[in-house]
């Protein structure tokens, strides 16, 4: 059973950067895809990011494209999201997932899900 844990989120503002990071308990991380979701009060769960099992491949959500970046480290089970320009709208929880299955961008099916993290963007 892969076990997810998120971390680093908080209240930045507007234009700020902050990383959140996902750590897994279980040697077979490296084999699996990592997607990281997010989901506003009011608003469904979206894919956000994900990356590979290999880290080879990476997809990103047009609203985020050319501002977060998702980056894997195997040896330490590993996903990290770095997210710059941050905007009001990209408030709210951020969760980890993960699958055996690629491509990663198929965000509907993701086995393993973390607890989230909140990220809040306020001035």
């Known amino acids: 059973q892969l076990q997810l844990v998120e971390s680093g989120g908080g209240l930045v503002q507007p234009g700020g950067s902050l990383r959140v990071t996902c750590t897994a308990s279980?040697?077979?991380?490296?084999?699996?895809?990592i997607g990281w979701f997010r989901q506003a009060p009011g608003k469904e769960r979206e894919g956000v990011s994900c990356?590979?099992?290999?880290?080879?491949?990476?997809n990103y959500a047009d609203s985020v494209n050319g501002r977060f970046a998702i980056s894997r480290d195997n040896a330490k089970n590993t996903v990290y999201l770095q997210m710059n320009s941050l905007k009001p709208e990209d408030t709210a929880i951020y969760f980890c997932?993960?699958?055996?299955?690629?491509?990663?961008?198929?965000?509907?099916?993701?086995?393993?899900w973390g607890q989230g993290t909140q990220v809040t963007v306020s001035s």
């Open positions: 997932a993960a699958k055996k299955s690629e491509p990663c961008e198929n965000y509907r099916w993701y086995d393993y």
């Open positions: 279980a040697f077979t991380f490296d084999y699996h895809a």
């Open positions: 990356i590979s099992a290999s880290g080879g491949r990476t």
